[in-house]
């Protein structure tokens, strides 16, 4: 005859038994998180010292457990959905069902939701998740973001608002100089009106000589007359005009050269490249960003190229392990991290991030690597 305490006796394997699964919901206490078989283990739970510590407790900030309880319970049930329905619709009972599945999961009854229908409602309300009503009942659907998908929407508006703000500023810019340019156009315009009269009614009295005072000063492809000085006759001096026009020339084409000049991916240095044409490595010790020009440090020979055209170089991509930095052609230009793989098919590398902590993919030759 086996013992009243023994481990493998009828009444201890009927108990092992009877708290195997799911038991009755009306039979949980939630404040001790303690779970009774029947009615009557549950009275005698809520007749027990601990029992009525914790309902003193709970009576003193009961606004506090409730919101504690309902915090608890949308992040575990939310956490469910991103792992078993991630961006797939679902019947609401049938995700509920699953998450009561686990025997330590919070009771919705220890929450501010008194029905699955009013969650339902209030991850609609919050823009949680997108749910329908059917006649088969509340469907919902769970589409979280993950840091990449963030990182990546957050650099892309800030790539825009930059672009915006130039916009901007090229734009207000362009109207002040034409503004400008047509305040003085009509200055122009009166004076010259103001000075045939003056030399017609001068003309006629008197042809042999002309005097004439000029009020305004014009430059440019325009005539140039002298201020407030009396000259005999007007002339025109077609030389000064050509040569300034010359100038100007050569001016805008400098210009144009220089905005066309912007480094891509040589913009920083301790980066290893490699010269195209005769497939020497060097280390970037100089970057001049605004002329489009570096000086490298070829490794064999260890001479110093100054001044070198960026299209002559490639970055060199790091091996497995390696410390790299992505250079182009990326939404992530600039961050640095550690190669984790290479994918020779494709051409692509994982890259672990040192500062975000993320890892994300890149053409290898769009990342160098860091001397």
């Not at 319970?73 to 329905?85: D, E, I, K, R």
């Not at 400098?254 to 280390?283: A, D, F, P």
Request: aromatic share 6%; charged share 35%.
């Amino acid at each position: 005859m086996a013992k009243k305490n023994d481990f493998l006796s009828p009444k201890a394997i009927d108990n092992r038994s009877k708290m195997k699964g799911l038991q009755k919901l009306k039979f949980f206490c939630q404040l001790c998180e303690k779970q009774c078989r029947d009615q009557n283990g549950f009275k005698q739970h809520c007749s027990s010292e601990q029992h009525l510590r914790q309902v003193k407790v709970f009576g003193e900030n009961s606004a506090r457990f409730i919101r504690g309880y309902s915090e608890e319970f949308l992040g575990n049930f939310l956490n469910m959905l991103a792992l078993s329905h991630r961006n797939s619709r679902v019947s609401a009972t049938v995700a509920y069902n699953e998450y009561i599945a686990n025997k330590t999961h919070v009771h919705m009854n220890s929450t501010k939701w008194t029905t699955l229908t009013d969650f339902v409602k209030y991850l609609g309300r919050e823009k949680l998740c997108e749910i329908e009503e059917t006649p088969k009942g509340w469907f919902l659907q769970y589409k979280p973001r993950d840091k990449e998908e963030q990182l990546r929407e957050r650099m892309i508006g800030e790539k825009k608002r930059i672009d915006e703000d130039e916009d901007t500023r090229n734009a207000n810019l362009l109207a002040k100089q034409i503004a400008k340019q047509n305040k003085i156009m009509n200055n122009i315009n009166v004076d010259v009106q103001e000075i045939e009269a003056t030399a017609i009614d001068l003309e006629n009295e008197q042809r042999e000589k002309i005097e004439m005072a000029a009020r305004v000063s014009i430059v440019g492809d325009k005539r140039k007359m002298i201020v407030d000085d009396k000259v005999s006759g007007m002339f025109v001096n077609n030389d000064d005009d050509d040569e300034k026009k010359k100038k100007s020339k050569t001016t805008l084409t400098t210009n144009e050269n220089k905005k066309k000049k912007k480094l891509k991916w040589m913009r920083r240095t301790q980066i290893v490249c490699r010269k195209i044409k005769t497939g020497e490595k060097g280390t970037v010790v100089r970057a001049n960003v605004d002329d489009r020009e570096a000086d490298v440090k070829l490794k064999d020979s260890g001479t110093v190229l100054q001044n070198v055209e960026e299209h002559e170089f490639e970055p060199v991509c790091p091996g497995i392990g390696g410390k790299c930095v992505v250079v182009r052609n990326h939404d992530l230009v600039g961050e640095e991290g550690k190669v984790l793989s290479v994918n020779a098919a494709t051409g692509e590398v994982t890259i672990e991030s040192f500062k975000r902590a993320i890892h994300f993919k890149a053409n290898s030759a769009d990342v160098a690597r860091i001397a």
